[in-house]
């Protein structure tokens, strides 16, 4: 589900929006504007500098995103009726093997990853490849806040208001020759910064890489993030340019982005280099495709505790299926895992 919140500016949302999504606000929309009209703007657009959420610690957005907080237009809420995960539980429960591989080390090691400056290379397939500082990177791009759910692949899950912008605004800059079928991404490699790059967590061979399909990448869904809840991204959540892919495990939203590649071929993943019968190249949610070791039928939304474990069933693409089931029309995704 879909929910449009009106900005204050008056713009065309189809201005904006992929059709998709517009088009699901609208009927919604039609349904209760007279509710929807009250929050009629996300808060930061009137207090840049603070959170519409609660318990949010205060960020220090870099020059280039604090002028975009303030222009953040549009707020598309995926999830009914589910809370937010607080903050909290958001930055201290954390899958980040470069700083660590406990859940709380990601928070306490990524002090030391230094976002300013940062660099993303564009190559591959592409017609205008090249090395751009992020700020002149981000520059075309308008930000929207998502409030998805994250289903990890280790059987817990939460709901994150994101901030970012579609895959789909990046590939229109980047122009994609006809060579194109994937998108991949890699995460900084810095042994130097990144504690887990050094004591050699065996498994991995750095630096870690996810990708996509070029038309799942093209789905509106699919986002690049800068910030959450309000703000610029925590270290331990990827800072300062992550992947999200709110249809698929956790371990696809690649964090800490540093090199974009449009290649021809379905690049070598990460998880999926490590065991591939546990982790595949699609990943999606899926509740009848069990992990080897663990169901995945049901997950524990965070926060959750020995008393109250707040077990959910898990769905179908996470949720998504009506946006992203036709990705994979006449696939067996039970091999396509
Ligand atoms: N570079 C990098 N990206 C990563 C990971 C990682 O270890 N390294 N872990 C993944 C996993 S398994 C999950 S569940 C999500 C967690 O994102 P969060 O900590 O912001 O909730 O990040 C993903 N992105
Ligand atoms: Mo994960």
Request: aromatic share 10%; net charge neutral.
């Amino acid at each position: 589900m879909l929910i449009k919140i009106p900005s204050a500016s008056g713009c065309n949302e189809s201005d904006v929006t992929p059709e998709s999504i517009y088009l699901s606000r609208r009927s919604l929309l039609g349904a209760s504007v007279a509710g929807l009209a009250v929050s009629a703007m996300p808060s930061w657009v009137q207090a840049a500098e603070s959170s519409q959420y609660a318990g949010v610690e205060t960020g220090n957005a870099p020059a280039w995103l604090k002028g975009k907080l303030q222009s953040t237009q549009w707020q598309a809420v995926t999830v009914k009726d589910e809370a937010i995960t607080p903050f909290k539980d958001a930055t201290h429960y954390n899958n980040f093997y470069e700083f660590g591989t406990d859940k709380g080390d990601p928070a306490q090691n990524a002090g030391s990853l230094q976002t300013e400056p940062w660099s993303v290379v564009i190559d591959g397939e592409v017609g205008k490849p090249g090395r751009y500082a992020l700020e002149d990177f981000m520059k075309p791009y308008q930000l929207e806040e998502r409030i998805y759910r994250l289903r990890c692949v280790e059987a817990w899950s939460m709901v994150i208001p994101w901030l970012g912008f579609p895959i789909s605004d990046l590939l229109k800059q980047v122009e994609p020759t006809s060579k194109a079928k994937y998108i991949r991404f890699e995460t900084l490699q810095d042994p130097k910064t990144m504690p887990g790059q050094r004591s050699g967590f065996a498994l991995i061979d750095w630096p870690y890489v996810e990708g996509l399909r070029l038309d799942e990448a093209m789905n509106p869904l699919a986002i690049m993030a800068v910030g959450m809840y309000g703000r610029e991204l925590p270290n331990q959540n990827g800072a300062p340019l992550r992947l999200v892919v709110p249809w698929k495990y956790g371990f696809k939203s690649v964090k800490s982005i540093v090199r974009i590649s449009l290649v021809s071929e379905q690049p070598k993943t990460t998880w999926q280099s490590i065991a591939a019968n546990e982790y595949g190249f699609y990943a999606n949610v899926n509740p009848t495709v069990d992990h080897p070791r663990w169901t995945q039928a049901h997950e524990r939304r965070l926060p959750s505790g020995l008393f109250s474990p707040n077990i959910r069933q898990t769905e179908m693409f996470n949720g998504y299926g009506e946006q992203v089931s036709a990705l994979y029309t006449g696939m067996d995704l039970r091999k396509n895992y």
